[in-house]
């Protein structure tokens, strides 16, 4: 039997224990499939002392992740410290160029830094395998970049977050605010070391920046993505979506058309009969769009331990069998260039949520505004009757561009009887 595949790991949190634990409770298996055992031989992470519910007596201990790259005992690098500069970058970069394999669950980092880690590991002809990085669990990467390979892909549409997700279901099933929703999620393990970056859209847009690149064959610059999170979006909106027929998720959206690569992350009315709309609580979901497979849907646990330790694993049987595919796809050289088609290019249609004083006049004000900016409307709705408080005004545009709708909004905004900054969805027919 050939010698067992020597593993060091470095971050010993949620990903990094959940890998140890599915390399010990599956050992027979993964050895089986992999061909020889993968075992785990030194470790880096700052606490020795700390219960992960693995052991890590007999592994040798670097206090400094980077010495790991190092360590000739050590054939693969799994780099589970996360964020994309400081000890995970400094980590990958000695591994690569030290021509040792590397397998990593950061998307962040492959977000800024894929481009150049690529071109690292293609000259040095050693794998960079990233599968937990996007959608946890979910064999995403595998699926857009072997399993489709034989098609040119329109477009990549993803519920990308597991804690948004998480949140947003909480607050529709359950009426949580948004913190408690939040400080579950955090507790699970589903979150990032700052929460932020989930609720923000940072963690989506990596993830989308990441699965761009594979679908359509290039990097795709990470300042290129649209970015808007979900702190926006209050539980009146995700009551009057249920009412509209709509649920509201975090999606991150890529396509490619004639004019370039658009990519966008930000809060969706999705029809509710649509298959994503069900995807609810921390799981993702990919849906890719070939010319010539058509679409497929994929559905699965984008955060937590097991997942993220599935992916991880199933990038050490990949490594251990040899097989080796470019991190893109296709090596540096057959990577063309495309252009980037900005937001402001975007049309469809939006969800406008008002709170306006109950008086006459103050519709036709409003609707002035949006006929002044060439925009119809499809439906309109005013909820209650207060002369006294603020009443919401829900309005359904048809399609409509997004400079159009932006300068408009500026206008209503400012309008005296427009009582909060206006709540805006845009709506995915998908
Ligand atoms: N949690 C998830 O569900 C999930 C899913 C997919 C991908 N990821 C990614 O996996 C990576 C790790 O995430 P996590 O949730 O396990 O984070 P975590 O905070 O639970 O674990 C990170 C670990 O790295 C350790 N660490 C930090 N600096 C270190 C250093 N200089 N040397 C050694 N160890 C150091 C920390 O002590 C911590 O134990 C991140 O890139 C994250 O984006 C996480
Ligand atoms: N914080 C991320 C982890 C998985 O990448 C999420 O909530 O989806
Ligand atoms: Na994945």
Known sequence: MTRPLAIGIAGLGTVGAGVMTVLRDNADLISARAGRAIAVTAVSARDRTRDRGVSVAGLRWYDDP??????????????????????ARALVEAALAAGRPVVTANKALMATHGAALAALAEQRGVPLAFEAAVAGGIPAIKAIREGLAANR??????????????????????????????????RLGYAEADPAMDVDGTDAAHKLAILAALAFGRPVAFGDVHVEGIRGVSALDIRLADDLGY?????????????????????????????????????????????????????GRGAGAGPTGSAVVADLIDIARGRHTPVWGAAEAALQPVATVPMSAHSGP?????????????????????????????????????????????????????????????????????????????????
């Open 247 to 299: 649920r509201i998720k975090l999606l991150g959206i890529a396509r490619c058309g004639e004019n370039g690569i658009s990519t966008r992350v930000h809060p969706c009315m999705v029809p509710a009969a649509h298959p994503i709309a069900h995807v609810d609580g921390v799981f993702n979901a990919v849906v890719a769009e070939g010319d010539f497979v058509g679409r497929v849907v994929l559905e």
């Open 153 to 186: 892909l329109s477009r990549v549409t993803g519920i990308l977050n597991g804690t948004c997700n998480y949140i947003l279901t909480s607050m529709r099933e359950k009426g949580r605010e948004f913190a408690e929703a939040l400080a579950e999620a955090q």
């Open 350 to 430: 939006y969800y406008l949520r008002l709170m306006v004083v109950d008086r006459p006049g103050v519709i036709a004000d409003v609707t002035g505004v949006l006929r002044d900016h060439g925009i119809s409307l499809e439906s309109m709705i005013q909820r209650g009757r207060s002369p006294a408080e603020a009443v919401a005004v829900v309005l359904v545009t048809h399609e409509c561009g997004e400079a159009a709708m932006s300068a408009a909004l500026e206008r209503i905004a400012a309008l005296d009887a427009v009582l909060e900054p206006p709540a805006v969805i845009r709506i995915e027919s998908l």
């Open 66 to 87: 980077v010495a790991l790259a190092a360590d000739p005992g050590v054939d693969v690098i799994v780099e589970c410290i996360g964020g994309s500069e400081g000890p």
